[in-house]
């Protein structure tokens, strides 16, 4: 099931792994990172262009990344199920597994997308008043959300869609699609803030129709595709094996999103106690720091994309040989990345909000988070491995227990010992190490490459 000729799709089983690597994770780095400038235009524009009510408005896009990320992130785990599905089907050359599962796909965004937004309508006010939104940032923080909330179906939409196209290696697509989107989303920003002298309304209609613009483009591409992974309007259903094997792989992954959101939920939580400043910093610096780890879980993705084709090809030599490919291939783009952005560090926070103390405290945030993104690229490269065997589950917990629970714990027992900005950055580095440490432990003692390379020499014999 090899690309056609002139296809940009990536042979993942045949030939060197070290120069495809970054083919496709390099591509997927640049998507993540453009998706993010939705919400960092978001942050620049309403802290530049909304006058008066600057800070508050940058508060309140801030206030509301945690609880985004966590709707958002939960699909994209479960999306991260189809990726690993379909890879494992053409890895072993089944068409017929590939074609359900990416219908099965389309219609668990749409539907999925649906279901969050009349859900999410309901709680967002109850939701934020959990969170300890200023009453100043509340108006605000509330009316971006509800904008946001109507959007998800072509927000998950193209989530998915993109996982459809990495399956196949095929990371291009995805990346000017959302570059099309993505100046289209910043254009949008500037004519409404200050054209039609919307605030946080404006950027949060602006990324809504942008996200639906990159979702059609995807759509019509798959429309289009000669390829295996096309898709027909007609045979748009779910086929109920799919959906299962998508969920036993992707659910864990997006549990474990969407757990590690809530932990981070609780840290923004506590940040909001600190004050507006304090707020505005922490969602400026997020904006920054976002792209470094976008960077590193492009090598997450790789892993689990090539390890997941291998393993369905049987392969298995080539699987752990692109664990450590990833591995040191992604400290290197890692390293260049955390180098620029703490050089220029002063200069970037300013782009969201030019006030010195803002500034100063984001910096903090950077400096602390930043470095300690070395371990979150080996627990993620880790987790991406075990899940191209479809182990799931384990990463998923280990996850939850490592970051998720340090952290909480961190806030409820050391943070009302020192309530400061820095006491919070803390737990990060703390609970990043934690966690990778314990994925090191567990792909040691599951040593998926080594076990299933015995299984197939036992049915030769």
């Known amino acids: 099931m090899k690309a056609r000729s002139g296809s940009h799709q990536i042979d993942m089983i045949h030939g060197s792994i070290w120069n495809k690597i970054p083919q496709f994770a390099l591509p997927v780095a640049a998507t993540a990172i453009l998706e993010q400038l939705f919400n960092a235009s978001d942050i620049a524009v309403v802290g530049n262009f909304t006058g008066a009510e600057r800070t508050a408005a940058v508060a309140a896009v801030g206030a509301n990344s945690a609880l985004i990320s966590l709707i958002v992130n939960l699909f994209i785990g479960i999306a991260l199920g189809a990726n690993v599905v379909i890879a494992h089907a053409i890895g072993h050359g089944d068409r017929a597994s590939v074609n359900k599962t990416v219908h099965t796909s389309i219609v668990v965004a749409i539907f999925g997308g649906l279901i969050v937004t009349v859900i999410g309508e309901l709680v967002a006010a109850p939701v934020l008043g959990i969170l300890q939104v200023p009453e100043d940032v509340f108006p605000l923080a509330l009316l971006y959300l509800r904008i946001y909330l109507a959007g998800m179906p072509v927000i998950l939409l193209y989530n998915f869609e993109a996982a459809i196209f990495r399956s196949v290696g095929e990371t291009r697509v995805p990346l000017i ?61 779910i086929d109920v094996v799919s959906l299962k094997r998508i969920l036993r792989i992707g659910l864990p992954a997006g549990i474990q999103s969407a757990v590690f959101s809530v932990s981070n939920i609780v840290v923004q939580s506590s940040i909001n106690s ?27 993705q790789a892993c689990t994309t090539f390890v997941g084709q291998n393993f369905g090809a049987g392969e298995l030599k080539r699987c752990r040989k692109t664990m450590l490919l990833c591995i040191g291939e992604g400290i290197i783009a890692l390293g260049a990345a955390i180098t620029l952005i703490l050089f220029f560090g002063h200069s970037l926070l300013a782009i969201f909000n030019n006030d010195p103390e803002v500034v100063a405290t984001g910096y903090i945030r950077l400096m602390t988070i930043l470095i300690a993104h070395i371990f979150s690229l080996l627990y993620e490269v880790m987790s991406g491995y075990l899940r191209g065997f479809g182990i799931s589950l384990i990463p998923a917990v280990l996850t939850i227990i490592g970051v998720c629970g340090i952290r909480i714990t961190w806030i409820q027992f050391v943070f009302p010992q020192s309530p400061t900005f820095q006491t919070i950055m803390n737990v990060y580095p703390i609970s990043l190490a934690s966690t990778a440490l314990m994925l090191f432990f567990a792909v040691l003692y599951y040593r998926p490459s080594r076990k299933y390379a015995k299984l197939k020499d036992d049915e030769k014999k």
Do not use: C, Q, W
């Open 177 to 237: 699609a959302l570059a099309t989107s993505g100046v289209l989303n910043v254009i949008l920003n500037l004519f409404f803030v200050i054209v039609f002298k919307m605030t946080v309304n404006g950027v949060a209609i602006a990324t809504v129709i942008s996200n639906a613009v990159s979702a059609v483009i995807l759509y019509r591409k798959l429309v289009k595709s000669k390829e295996v992974i096309h898709v027909d309007p007609k045979n748009l259903k």
């Open 274 to 300: 600190l004050g507006t400043v304090v707020m505005a910093a922490s969602s400026a610096a997020y904006n920054l720091e976002i792209i470094t780890y976008d960077v590193l879980n492009s090598f997450s």
